[in-house]
């Protein structure tokens, strides 16, 4: 099984800057393959923030590129998204994202949740 600890959430103003943790606690027969960041704001469908492979490729969200930097340590199993000039539009529930492999087979995990809110 993967377990999924998210942390960082909370309150913020326009132009500000918050940062986002994930940590995966995997079984030793997981390896995690991409971790990454999803968010749904209200009344929307979940959407893709930034993923980031064991390899480190990354993948933004055309919303966030120039602003959100997601990165990981592979040795820890966490990955985490530096967000800059936060914009009320990133409102959102952020979700934090995994697929973990055991042999040919890959599993997606995901975590609870985390509160994102920018406002004056």
């Known amino acids: 099984q993967v377990q999924l600890v998210e942390s960082g959430g909370g309150l913020v103003q326009p132009g500000g800057s918050l940062r986002l943790s994930c940590t995966a606690s995997?079984?030793?027969?997981?390896?995690?393959?991409?971790m990454g960041w999803y968010r749904r704001a209200p009344g929307k469908q979940r959407d893709l923030v930034a993923t980031i492979t064991s390899g480190g490729v990354t993948n933004y969200a055309d919303s966030v590129k120039g602003r959100f930097t997601l990165s990981r340590d592979n040795a820890k199993n966490t990955v985490y998204l530096e967000m800059n000039s936060l914009k009320p539009e990133d409102t959102a529930v952020y979700y934090c994202?995994?697929?973990?492999?055991?042999?040919?087979?890959?599993?997606?995990?995901w975590g609870q949740g985390t509160q994102v809110t920018v406002s004056s």
């Open positions: 995997v079984g030793s027969i997981f390896s995690i393959y991409i």
């Open positions: 994202n995994t697929i973990a492999q055991v042999g040919v087979r890959r599993y997606e995990y």
